[in-house]
């Protein structure tokens, strides 16, 4: 007869079979210190193609990695079948730390912030002078996006034979931002891809654009398609036949120069995410000016103490007016 409370022994206590063994569940995770190192190059419905040495592996993300996602231009660390043959496949066991995040929001009223890139250099936004017309306030998002995630930015202005640039050059001057400007039969004759590689040797560079502005027709420009193929990238094509970029991916320029990530068209650039206090860190001629500021301060209030730094003569206004600018996009929508 089986006994009860307190004259019960280990023969009485009953086990629950279990199919995978009554093995004991452990917190500890391997180390995997022989993983292999590598690139993602693009993420397409939870599988991701990876650069190892000179090869491409389709990987999966490892479970122990949790809700951590990895993105194009994340540097991880990978096991399993490397070989890079065809139906097989890695394991992702770890992402390491990110140098540079480029994130967005689908909407100001986003809260759920989406890492666009990681560990780029630089981002280059792509702008046409006219048809279609100029969006200065999703410049302006850009910018903000690229200083709070630690990039530098490049302006690339087509169509130059349509529209003169002064007038956006104008907006930025006081930023000192890089630029290049470039017409439709430059972009067509391969000239602009060579004046804009002057500026990507030896980085990464995430382009953003717009649609129309001619951002797919540079970096196909860039990238030959015989250097395409050797990622194992295949363009998106849309019903009418049209080569579109449906997700970020990576492109080498060449062997040692520098990595070129083309991201899908935008409609909108989501700021929910930003901190505006981390936008101050662009400007390092205005950031020791904000030491006399209130706290969580806007930058833009009577008691801003940045006013008093300009007009003592350490700064020009017209950083202190495009600082402004630029964190005032997160008030206003882009129609604005």
């Known amino acids: 007869m089986r006994r009860y409370g307190?004259?019960?022994?280990?023969?009485?206590?009953?086990?629950?079979?279990?199919?995978k063994g009554n093995r004991p569940r452990t917190h500890i995770r391997p180390k995997h210190e022989d993983a292999a190192e590598g690139m993602v190059l693009t993420v397409d419905r939870g599988r991701l193609?990876?650069?190892?040495?000179d090869r491409t592996v389709m990987a999966m993300k490892a479970r122990e990695l949790g809700r951590k996602a990895a993105v194009v231009g994340d540097r991880v660390a990978l096991v399993g079948d490397l070989s890079g043959k065809k139906d097989t496949l890695a394991r992702i066991v770890r992402i390491e730390e990110r140098t540079s995040v480029l994130r967005r929001t689908a909407d100001d009223d986003d809260p759920y912030e989406r890492v666009v890139v990681a560990n780029a250099d630089q981002l280059a936004i792509v702008t046409a002078l006219a048809d279609p017309e100029p969006r200065p306030r999703l410049i302006d998002r850009c910018l903000v996006a690229a200083f709070d995630g630690g990039l530098t930015p490049l302006l690339v202005m087509t169509k130059s034979d349509l529209a003169a640039p002064d007038e956006l050059l104008g907006l930025y001057g006081a930023l000192d931002i890089p630029y290049v400007v470039t017409s439709r039969e430059e972009l067509e004759n391969g000239d602009a891809?060579?004046?804009?590689?002057?500026?990507?040797?030896?980085?990464?560079?995430?382009?953003v654009g717009h649609s129309g502005v001619g951002k797919t027709t540079l970096v196909n420009a860039l990238v030959p398609e015989e250097r395409r193929r050797t990622t194992g990238h295949v363009n998106a094509v849309t019903g009418r036949g049209r080569h579109t970029t449906t997700s970020a991916l990576a492109l080498p320029l060449s062997d040692d120069d520098g990595w070129v990530v083309d991201t899908p068209g935008v409609r909108s650039f989501g700021l929910a995410h930003i901190d505006p206090s981390r936008v101050i860190h662009a400007f390092p001629d205005l950031e020791p000016g904000t030491e006399g500021c209130p706290r969580a301060c806007s930058h833009d209030e009577p008691d801003c103490a940045l006013d008093a730094w300009v007009t003592e003569g350490h700064a020009d206004p017209a950083r202190l007016y495009s600082l402004r600018r630029l964190l005032a996009t997160r008030e206003r929508k882009e129609g604005d």
Do not use: M, Y
Request: proline share 3%.
């Open 6 to 19: 307190k004259h019960t022994d280990e023969d009485d206590i009953r086990t629950r079979p279990n199919r």
């Open 49 to 53: 193609t990876c650069l190892v040495e």
């Open 193 to 207: 891809a060579d004046r804009v590689r002057e500026h990507l040797d030896g980085k990464i560079t995430a382009f």
